[in-house]
């Protein structure tokens, strides 16, 4: 029998497998994100911080960044203040990621009972690292129901 933590993390990934513009799931640290691998985006990293036990649920503290590397477009433009790249697609790319994710949550349409007990915005990332990486990335306290035995 899985614990509240096991049960929380399976879903996250479940549910983000489920979206096809997904291609990998990664759940380290954000600091230790390895992000020079150029096949392997659009990423999403879930790293689970912290967690408060109260009687009735667990809420647990993640921050989740969802990449997707910059390309360069051998397009050119007349307007300085359009870049050659994919940054807004990437932008747009990412964010439906993250969006289709929490709307399941507002909706509450899963099993485990699974809410969102608080989220932040979401922040935009450029460059994200000084890397050719952009996307976005949300702070995000999910509550699961208490069920642990005491003894």
Not at 22 to 31: A, G, K, Q, W, Y
Not at 63 to 84: A, G, Y
Not at 111 to 121: G, V
Request: proline residues 3%; hydrophobic residues 40%; aromatic residues 6%.
């Amino acid at each position: 029998m899985a614990n509240e933590i096991s049960k929380l993390n399976n879903w996250i990934l479940e549910e983000y497998s489920k979206n096809n513009l997904v291609n990998t799931l990664s759940v380290v640290p954000t600091e230790v994100l390895d992000m020079n691998k150029a096949n392997i985006y659009p990423l999403v990293n879930v790293d689970m911080t912290n967690s408060v036990v109260e009687d009735q649920v667990i809420i647990v503290y993640f921050t989740m960044t969802v990449l997707q590397q910059r390309d360069t477009r051998p397009v050119k433009t007349d307007s300085k203040l359009m870049e050659e790249d994919n940054y807004l697609d990437n932008l747009n790319e990412t964010h439906s990621i993250a969006q289709r994710f929490i709307n399941v949550l507002l909706m509450q349409n899963n099993d485990e009972i699974i809410t969102i007990d608080s989220l932040s915005n979401l922040k935009f990332l450029k460059q994200w690292r000084g890397g050719l990486l952009d996307g976005v990335q949300f702070t995000i306290q999910l509550a699961i129901p208490n069920t642990g035995q005491s003894c």
